[in-house]
């Protein structure tokens, strides 16, 4: 049975294989058949997609200078200024293209910041302690 195809062939917008005339469905994928008149492969154009390497998404590293400082005026001071010095660095690094450096001092700021909270704390607890007993 010589079947004559003298139109242009169909081909699946799915997997791009050929479909014959009339058919809705594709029979290699199974998708419907669209009537588009040329198969392209791969990506279709003007998708306006332009993927830059140099322009990602903003890079945001807390630097938690703020916690640093507050901590260093109400906690504890040795340690306050080791969270500055760290948050100090964050902005630093970032600027240089560092940003595992400036990750790793955002880190040790808010490391140290807790620390200066924690002994903050227990010296405002133990002062209190000492001045509502009156041991002095
Ligand atoms: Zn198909």
Not at 21 to 32: K, Q
Not at 38 to 63: C, I, K, L, Q, W
Not at 81 to 106: H, R, W
Request: hydrophobic residues 40%; aromatic residues 10%.
């Amino acid at each position: 049975m010589a079947y004559d195809y003298d139109d242009d062939p169909i081909h699946c917008a799915t997997c791009g294989s050929e479909i014959e005339p009339g058919a809705r469905f594709c029979a290699n994928c199974g998708a419907a058949a669209q009537t588009s008149p040329s198969f392209t492969p791969g990506y279709a154009p003007g998708m306006g997609y332009e993927g830059g390497p140099d322009y990602g998404e903003p890079v945001h590293v807390p630097n938690h200078l703020v916690w640093a400082i507050a901590a260093t005026l109400c906690c504890c001071v040795p340690t306050g200024i080791v969270a500055i010095v760290y948050a100090a660095q964050v902005n630093g690094k970032l600027a240089a293209g560092d940003y595992n450096g400036a990750l790793s001092a955002s880190n040790s700021a808010k490391t140290w910041c807790w620390v200066s909270l924690g002994l903050g704390v227990v010296a405002a607890v133990v002062w209190g302690i000492v001045g509502l007993t009156g041991a002095i």
